[in-house]
């Protein structure tokens, strides 16, 4: 029988850190002590005031099926978050909860998104993105940035980049891969351009709001003008660690909330009960419940850039959010290291994987064909081990 896959399926590409992570799973099942760095995910437990309050729910007997958007309650606790923690004033209608801040993405695209339209990704992005993009046929249009810029745009870039068709922006700050925080006065330059175009749409990506060290998280739609024309996406993964729960929202104008709402109907309905019980405990507790994971994330920081910093050709700069490094090693394309010749960051992070054990992911997934990425999220015992595993792979 032929292949009767549909060609929407055929032309979407494989997330690059999932396949990474697969492959460094496949290794460790023929037992190859693999260290993986090439997830974005907390190797914190859940809080277990958070799991108290599922343990709750269940006793409670929350088990229905729930509202497509959410609780109602629910989404007057993120409409409380945002007012605490953003500064930005939401009704509950403004607010849909999904199965993940993925999910509440593709929601907003598949619903502002025609055939044809062009969606700017300020680069380096998360990998799944422009995938999503291109499941709504639209274009996904990179705007690159470098370490020397430490991996921002600048408002002359974003001007250049927009044309007639362009219908959104994809911003994400603190950003997933390169760790960099744009300032409140960043983001007010950003948002002089895009005042002149007021058929443009932003989508802010904040997941990382929390895990921050050091510049203020500021929220895109906090700018007036910015508002009515952004959506605010958030979730539960990486500052509760909570990546299983599967729990993402979104903050937005409530003609784009509610067709969220009838995208959701007819792919997965409503969130699942007792991780939506749990979610209000953890929104509705301080944000300091949770600052032993940011302090010891910035330890591990400084640790992983110590280390890498005395390695021969990786090229660094400061990340002041998230739990990522993103070194430049475009030092070594065109070298051979130990018989094997190193083109690009994909056969960089082929070569760490096979030759040190360490599990990374290619920059090419993320716009930014110079580097890689490296998660710190894993103990300092796993970093000191990985690094020095990478240090010996490299200088011999």
Same mark, same amino acid.
């Given at each position: 029988?032929?292949n009767k896959l549909s060609i929407r399926?055929?032309?979407?590409?494989?997330?690059?850190?999932?396949?990474?992570?697969?492959?460094?799973?496949?290794?460790?099942?023929?037992?190859?002590?693999?260290?993986?760095?090439?997830?974005?995910?907390?190797?914190?437990?859940?809080?277990?005031?958070?799991?108290?309050?599922?343990?709750?729910?269940?006793?409670?007997?929350?088990?229905?099926?729930?509202?497509?958007?959410?609780?109602?309650?629910?989404?007057?606790?993120?409409?409380?978050?945002?007012?605490?923690?953003?500064?930005?004033?939401?009704?509950?209608?403004?607010?849909?909860?999904?199965?993940?801040?993925?999910?509440?993405?593709?929601?907003?695209?598949?619903?502002?998104?025609?055939?044809?339209?062009?969606?700017?990704?300020?680069?380096?992005?998360?990998?799944?993105?422009?995938?999503?993009?291109?499941?709504?046929?639209?274009?996904?249009?990179?705007?690159?940035?470098?370490?020397?810029?430490?991996?921002?745009?600048?408002?002359?870039?974003?001007?250049?980049?927009?044309?007639?068709?362009?219908?959104?922006?994809?911003?994400?700050?603190?950003n997933n891969p390169s760790g960099s925080?744009?300032?409140?006065?960043?983001?007010?330059?950003?948002?002089?351009?895009?005042?002149?175009?007021? =058929? /443009?749409?932003?989508?802010? +990506? &904040?997941?990382? #709001?929390?895990?921050?060290?050091?510049?203020?998280?500021? $929220?895109?739609? !906090?700018?007036?003008?910015?508002?009515?024309?952004?959506?605010?996406?958030?979730?539960?993964a990486k500052a509760f660690a909570m990546?299983?729960?599967?729990?993402?929202?979104?903050?937005?104008?409530?003609?784009?909330?509610?067709?969220?709402?009838?995208?959701?109907?007819?792919?997965?309905?409503?969130?699942?009960?007792?991780?939506?019980?749990?979610?209000?405990?953890?929104?509705?507790?301080?944000?300091? =419940? /949770?600052?032993?994971?940011? +302090? &010891?994330?910035? #330890?591990?920081?400084?640790?992983?850039?110590?280390?890498? $910093?005395?390695? !021969?050709?990786?090229?660094?700069?400061?990340?002041?959010?998230?739990?990522?490094?993103?070194?430049?090693?475009?030092?070594?394309?065109?070298?051979?290291?130990?018989?094997?010749?190193?083109?690009?960051?994909?056969?960089?992070?082929?070569?760490?994987?096979?030759?040190?054990?360490?599990?990374?992911?290619?920059?090419?997934?993320?716009?930014?064909?110079?580097?890689?990425?490296?998660?710190?999220?894993?103990?300092?015992?796993?970093?000191?081990?990985?690094?020095?595993?990478?240090?010996?792979?490299?200088?011999?």
């Amino acid at each position: 029988m032929t292949n009767k896959l549909s060609i929407r399926i055929n032309n979407l590409p494989v997330s690059a850190t999932l396949e990474m992570a697969a492959k460094a799973r496949e290794l460790k099942e023929n037992g190859v002590d693999i260290i993986g760095l090439s997830l974005g995910e907390p190797d914190f437990n859940t809080p277990d005031f958070i799991k108290n309050a599922a343990i709750q729910a269940i006793e409670d007997n929350y088990n229905s099926y729930t509202p497509v958007d959410g609780y109602l309650d629910l989404k007057k606790s993120i409409c409380n978050k945002f007012q605490r923690d953003n500064g930005l004033y939401y009704k509950p209608d403004q607010i849909v909860v999904s199965t993940g801040a993925k999910q509440s993405i593709a929601n907003t695209i598949q619903v502002l998104i025609n055939p044809g339209d062009d969606v700017l990704l300020v680069a380096p992005y998360w990998v799944s993105y422009s995938a999503i993009v291109m499941l709504a046929e639209g274009n996904p249009i990179e705007i690159r940035s470098d370490i020397s810029t430490d991996f921002k745009i600048t408002p002359i870039q974003l001007e250049n980049s927009i044309t007639k068709k362009t219908k959104m922006v994809i911003i994400n700050s603190p950003n997933n891969p390169s760790g960099s925080v744009y300032s409140k006065e960043e983001f007010l330059e950003l948002s002089k351009v895009l005042e002149k175009y007021p =058929e /443009i749409y932003i989508l802010s +990506d &904040e997941i990382y #709001e929390h895990i921050n060290y050091g510049v203020p998280h500021f $929220s895109f739609a !906090k700018i007036p003008s910015m508002y009515n024309r952004t959506i605010t996406v958030n979730g539960l993964a990486k500052a509760f660690a909570m990546t299983g729960w599967r729990i993402g929202y979104v903050g937005a104008p409530n003609w784009i909330a509610k067709a969220c709402t009838k995208m959701q109907g007819q792919i997965t309905s409503g969130t699942n009960c007792i991780a939506q019980r749990a979610t209000i405990a953890a929104l509705d507790a301080s944000v300091n =419940e /949770i600052q032993y994971m940011v +302090d &010891e994330f910035k #330890e591990r920081r400084k640790l992983i850039i110590d280390l890498l $910093s005395q390695v !021969k050709g990786i090229k660094l700069n400061q990340p002041m959010g998230a739990f990522y490094v993103f070194p430049d090693i475009s030092y070594f394309f065109g070298k051979t290291i130990k018989g094997k010749k190193i083109e690009n960051a994909s056969d960089f992070a082929i070569f760490l994987l096979e030759k040190s054990h360490v599990a990374t992911v290619t920059g090419d997934a993320f716009g930014s064909p110079n580097n890689i990425r490296i998660s710190y999220a894993a103990s300092q015992e796993q970093i000191k081990k990985a690094i020095n595993r990478i240090k010996k792979a490299i200088e011999g």
